[in-house]
């Protein structure tokens, strides 16, 4: 129930922040396992594991920071110069040196 309700919630935030800021917010999740595996599972929490977890609010308080302000609007014609010959070859590129190394 509550991964459903929080994947709604997360859908409906998409509308009032930029979703590459929403999208490392995500990361937040690590530090909750980290209270609750404290907390409920009555877990022993290492040096690593308060490390890890620091470098993700860390990391959080950056993007926050220096992260876009606002939302930018394209029109169709900007959309498609995005997508020039270069990066499809990039892209396809990438793809095959995933799958060969797979």
């Known amino acids: 129930?509550?991964?459903?309700?929080?994947?709604?919630?997360?859908?409906?935030?998409?509308?009032?922040?930029?979703?590459?800021?929403?999208?490392?917010?995500?990361?937040?999740?690590?530090?909750?396992?980290?209270?609750?595996?404290?907390?409920?599972?009555?877990?022993?929490?290492?040096?690593r594991i308060l490390f890890g977890t620091a470098t993700i609010v860390l990391g959080n308080g950056i993007t926050v920071i220096f992260g876009p302000q606002q939302e930018s609007n394209y029109d169709q014609n900007e959309l498609i110069d995005f997508y020039d010959a270069s990066y499809i070859f990039l892209l396809f590129f990438e793809t095959v040196l995933a799958v060969s190394m797979h």
């Open 1 to 47: 129930f509550t991964l459903g309700f929080g994947s709604i919630l997360n859908f409906i935030s998409m509308g009032f922040a930029p979703s590459s800021l929403l999208a490392s917010l995500g990361s937040v999740q690590f530090l909750s396992n980290v209270l609750f595996g404290k907390f409920i599972l009555k877990e022993v929490i290492t040096n």
